[in-house]
Structure formats: C-alpha cells, structure tokens
C-alpha cells in the first residue's frame, strides 16, 4: 500500500516542529492535497493544533500506549488522505529511556517507514550547525533524515554561512524560516493552551501556517512524501450494532480525548453523545459517562456554578452508571478543587479534595489491576501516561483502588484507579489500543442498561 508521507522531527523541543507542521499542512491544502495529521507521543494538545489547520482529527502514535504493532496499525487505517503528515516529539531520539529509541520519533519513523524533515535551531549558530546535522544523521544506521529546515535565521549572510556548512552532508535544506517570522503560540502549566479554549486561536494558528508556508520548498516536501516503501494491507474492522449511549464531556475543561479512543467505543456498539459540564444543564439520557482530562481548574468557577450538572453527575455514580474518567475527570470528582487561592466545590463523588501543585508529574505508566473494575479485570497488566500539576489530599481511607502502579506515580502511594460504585477514575491516561479496554467498558455499560 503506498502512502505519500513525511515525518517532521527536531532536535530538541521548542525548535519550532508544531508551528512548522502546521505550516506544511496549511501550504499542501493550499496546493489542493488533503492531508492527514499524525502526532507522535501521548499529547493531547499538540494533535487539536493539528486537526484545527488539517479540518481532520489528528491520530497519536505511540508505542508505548499502542505497541508498534498498534502504531503501524493506526497510521495505515487512518491515512486515507492524499499525504499523511506526522509531528515528532522533543528530540528525534529521545523516548521511553536514555539507552534506548523506544517510544522516540526515530521509533515511530522506522515503524513507519517514514522519511523524515529534521528542523534545525538555526539561532545561534552558524558552521556549527553542520556537526548537530551530522550528529543525527549518524547516531543512528539508517536515520532517514531526507531533508532539513533551518529556523530562526537571522539573516541572508546567516542563512549562506548555514547552507554552506550543511552542504557536505548531501541532503536537502527543504525550508528557511527567518527569526522575525516566528510567532509565539501562548502555554501554560502544562503545555500550549488546547484549541477549544481560546476563540481567536483558530485566526492566530492560520496566521503562523500561511506565514511560515511562504518560507518551505512546498514541492520538495511533495517529493519527499512520494519517495517511500509500501505498507501492508490493514483490514477495515466492523463496527458492532449500536447497543449503548455514553456521555461524553466535551468543551473548554474537558477536551484531552485520543480520536482512536473514540472510534473504539463506536466500533464495539456506542453511540456517543458530547455534553458540557460547564453550560449543559442535564446529561443525555445515557448508559455510561466518559469524563476525559483537561483543565477543569481553569474553568473551576463556571463548573461550580453549574450546580444542576454537578448533582446528576453524583447522582448517576450513586445510581451504578460506569462511569471512566481520567485526570481532569477525576479532578471534577472530587468533592474541591483548590487553584490559586480559590476552592471550587465539585461533584463530590469521591471523598478527596484536589490540590494544584507547583510540580508536574510526567511520566509513562505500567500497572497490574488489583481489582475488578468497568474496563478489564484482575491481574492484567495496563499501559498508559500521568501528566498533571495536582494531587489528590485528604482521601478516605476506606478508598479503594484497581491500579497498583509498577512505573509512575498514580494517585497515592502508587495506587491508582480509584473504585466507588461502577466508577473507575484515574490519573493515568489510557489509549483504548490497549486489549479489550473499549470492549469492556461498552459491555459494563450494557450491562447496567439491561438493569
């Protein structure tokens, strides 16, 4: 199966890859090509920048949450456009471990069989720029670096000294971005700010992608895209009869939700129904909520206001609803949340109030199901990701937990995966690549259905 495609890595994080992908995708839509985004690595918001320029949903790809196998799997069936354009993350070779390419970019290329666009911080540097490009290209046997673009140049003898350096390694500068081109996008504590809170990003991130589009070799990226190997074949997996409806919270605080996720539960017989915690004043009838991370204290006053929202929510935890939420889900059941001076009451499902901290745990996951629970069942091994600023304080000691955690941190002294009810609420993250997870969920949601 030929797909046309390119990988963009970079050196390092903050050298630009987000905007220069967007940039890539606006400039082939510009061309007529439509493009499909690829994200590699766990994140949430970098894929909504993505999706918001390509006006297609971005996929994560991630061995560590998928599997290579699952990796491969995602990207054949999901590149059903005419280029599929797939973001790296931090440095090319940076992943699971400082020994190993697990889980990098590299990882992903080679799974992929991707060719791949290294950008290059052109800042402050000018000959050197030549032993960093020749360091990549050779760390590794076959790095499949086919192109770079230099960014942040600051002038046209800049640029002459950088090209004149690159040109003995033999491979194509497809792209030179001056430093007074370079626009900020805004962050926060963790990361850039997601698409659906801010009105005018949409404006802004087509601003930066036209205005960086101008600076790239459109027709070498095309070019690069078409010199590639073919893939296999990925049969197209039926989608089971609808047998559920679930829930799912959807808007400024509640947005980090992998698409894959998504058509999971539709493949195993949901029918999903968005709502919003903040503005909704009741939840679609349903059989099942799924509350996905996010930044429910940013919005923690418009949460709290929303007090009709807050009291069904518990009431359907009371009521045996399976109810799976992660991170910011968790968050908003907890009976507070404390931000900045401020406590906001929240749904109160789970006896634990929320604290933000000024310490971010980051980490990828691995733990053993302690108990049963609405989406696998004991001793089972689950992968995911732990990515927040809070903690959990206060909790009952009565609280019990499915996730005994072998990497990562979890809720409280590496426990995780908190029970109450049919409710299973977790600081880890979970791609529903993972065995029968969707399955399950969809099953215990039948299940309390046919009550």
């Known amino acids: ?60 790809l991630d061995p560590w949450l998928m599997s290579s196998r699952g990796v491969l799997k995602s990207f054949i069936s999901n590149s059903k456009a005419d280029i599929s354009v797939t973001e790296g993350v ?85 792209g030179v971005i001056p430093r007074e081109a370079n626009l900020h996008l805004e962050s926060r504590h963790l990361g850039l700010i997601p698409v659906k809170e801010q009105k005018s990003l949409q404006a802004k991130l087509t601003t930066i992608a036209k205005l960086f589009s101008d600076f790239i070799d459109m027709d070498k990226i095309i070019e690069i895209s078409k010199r590639t190997s073919s893939l296999p074949v990925i049969l197209t997996e039926r989608k089971r009869e609808k047998k559920v409806r679930i829930a799912v919270a959807l808007d400024e605080s509640f947005n980090f939700y992998y698409q894959d996720n998504l058509d999971a539960l539709q493949r195993e017989g949901a029918e999903l129904e968005f ?15 799924y509350l996905g991370g996010g930044f429910p204290e940013v919005r923690g006053e418009l949460l709290e206001q929303n007090r009709s929202m807050e009291k069904l929510v518990k009431k359907s935890g009371e009521d045996g609803t399976p109810i799976y939420a992660e991170c910011g889900g968790l968050m908003y059941l907890s009976k507070s949340i404390r931000y900045k001076d401020k406590k906001f009451r929240m749904v109160g499902l789970f006896d ?100």
């Open 90 to 174: 931090m440095g090319y070779f940076d992943g699971f471990s400082g020994n190993s390419n697990f889980s990098s970019t590299y990882h992903v290329a080679n799974i992929t069989k991707s060719p791949v666009i290294l950008v290059l911080d052109a800042s402050k540097t000018a000959r050197s720029i030549a032993a960093t490009a020749l360091g990549f290209t050779m760390f590794q046997k076959n790095s499949r670096i086919s192109g770079f673009i230099l960014n942040k140049i600051g002038s046209k003898k800049h640029e002459d000294l950088c090209r004149q350096a690159l040109k003995r390694l033999g491979i194509p500068i497809v």
């Open 352 to 451: 634990a109030e929320t604290v933000m901290q000024k310490n971010l745990k980051l980490n990828y996951t691995k733990a053993r199901i302690s108990r049963n629970c609405i989406i696998s069942g004991i001793n089972n091994t689950i992968r995911g990701h732990e990515f927040h600023f809070s903690d959990l304080e206060s909790i009952a000691k009565d609280s019990k937990f499915a996730y005994d955690m072998e990497i990562g941190v979890g809720i409280n002294k590496k426990k995780d995966g908190l029970i109450q009810y049919n409710t299973l609420a977790s600081y880890t993250h979970l791609h529903f690549a993972l065995p029968n997870v969707a399955k399950n969920f969809v099953e215990n949601c039948a299940k309390y259905s046919r009550r």
């Open 1 to 60: 199966m030929k797909i046309p495609r390119v990988l963009l890595a970079g050196t390092t994080s903050g050298v630009g890859k987000t905007s220069i992908t967007m940039s890539i995708i606006y400039g082939l839509k510009k061309r007529g090509y439509s493009v499909q985004p690829f994200k590699v690595g766990p994140d949430f918001i970098d894929p909504s920048y993505l999706a918001a320029i390509s006006e297609r949903p971005s996929r994560n």
């Open 275 to 289: 709502f919003s915690p903040i503005s909704d004043k009741k939840i679609p009838s349903c059989d099942g909520l």
